[in-house]
């Protein structure tokens, strides 16, 4: 599927944002805010795929 360069741009922002919650959880393993963090990177993963979803319907370059 041929995609435009806006939702190249849409899911890297998210796959970034992903890595550093993923990695500040590693980094502070057994505290709360590990805990809260690796919430907050699932939580974003499930925005990531609603937002490429909707991208992808709404797109005349990307549909």
Avoid: W
């Amino acid at each position: 599927m041929k995609t435009c360069h806006r939702l190249d741009t849409v899911r890297a922002e998210y796959e970034r944002e992903i890595g550093f919650m993923l990695a500040h959880s590693k980094r502070y393993e057994g505290r709360l805010a590990a805990k809260s963090s690796a919430k907050q990177a699932a939580s974003t993963k499930q925005r990531m795929a609603r937002a490429l979803n909707s991208h992808v319907g709404r797109c005349p370059e990307c549909g």
